[in-house]
């Protein structure tokens, strides 16, 4: 009945979306303390922004050498979802290889700070958004997928909502890859670091319900095998969550498709805060 109702609220919110092409996309600079810099995002507003409410926010994360206008370049409908959930979308800029922490080892990585602070604060300062936990999400694909977790684990009094989509939720079985060892130092030299900054490892740090969770990745996917064992550790743990698998890999295809889910899942939190 739940899957029945879901669907159908999707056809609905689908149909809004196919009608309704009006959401407006800017790109802003935005300005980091902590990293002395400017730093481009793209901020997506629905349809009715100028009625004069104030919306939910959910950030979208890119991927491993990726960057701000990623989701809004490869996947062109991603206004009509705003418009369709009636929510801003957020695309910040997490660097080519910033995996979103504030790097123990490199003082000008602090991505952590930026997003989960800096970058809130401006949108809240700029938007007419609903400035609080119950109405902010975040999610992102493949290192923004480990983004988006990490920054909701560690900061639940900012986000109440966190997907991922074919999210490296478990880097450690990767210790050559995607610059990580520049983020955090090598492997074999800083283990402790490694340990200490992969989604998995941070599963303590919830309390069943302390934060609505939606996790998808594809039965192809390289990194599929971590994200059944983040699954099943949240089993472990009591810590609900909806947990999806397809088939597919890890490619826009994949995540075009997983993206509207994810943002109807956190509409649906979004609507019961009321």
């Known amino acids: 009945m739940r899957t029945l ?54 950030y979208v994360l890119h991927g491993y050498s990726g960057n701000y206008s990623d989701w809004a370049k490869k996947m062109p409908t991603i206004g009509q979802w705003a418009d369709a959930y009636q929510q801003i979308i957020v695309c910040p800029d997490g660097q080519f290889s910033s995996w979103y922490f504030d790097s123990p080892v490199d003082p000008s990585y602090r991505y952590e700070t930026y997003v989960a602070t800096e970058l809130v604060n401006w949108v809240d300062e700029h938007y007419k958004t609903l400035k609080d936990r119950q109405h902010r999400g975040i999610t992102g694909l493949s290192m923004g997928g480990h983004g988006a977790l990490y ?23 990767f210790p050559n890859n995607w610059d990580i060892a520049k983020r955090l130092g ?24 302390s934060l609505a969770l939606i996790i998808d990745c594809g039965s ?39 993206l509207p889910y994810q943002l109807l899942y956190m509409r649906t939190y979004f609507d019961r805060q009321k």
């Open 5 to 58: 109702c879901t669907l159908l609220l999707f056809c609905a919110w689908f149909g809004k979306a196919e009608r309704s092409q009006a959401a407006k996309v800017d790109t802003v600079n935005t300005y980091s303390a902590s990293m002395k810099k400017s730093i481009k995002a793209v901020v997506i507003t629905p349809d009715s922004y100028t009625a004069g409410k104030a919306f939910p926010t959910v």
């Open 151 to 173: 920054l909701a684990f560690r900061h639940q009094d900012v986000f109440g909502v966190a997907g991922s989509m074919s999210g490296g939720v478990d880097f450690r079985p």
């Open 186 to 209: 090598t492997y074999a030299q800083a283990p402790e670091k490694w340990e200490q900054n992969t989604v998995i490892n941070l599963v303590h740090l919830l309390t069943p319900n």
């Open 220 to 258: 192809e996917d390289f990194f599929y095998r971590v994200n059944c064992n983040l699954h099943d550790k949240l089993l472990e743990r009591n810590i609900p969550h909806d947990f999806i698998s397809r088939p597919g890999g890890h490619n826009w295809p994949y995540w075009s498709n997983a």
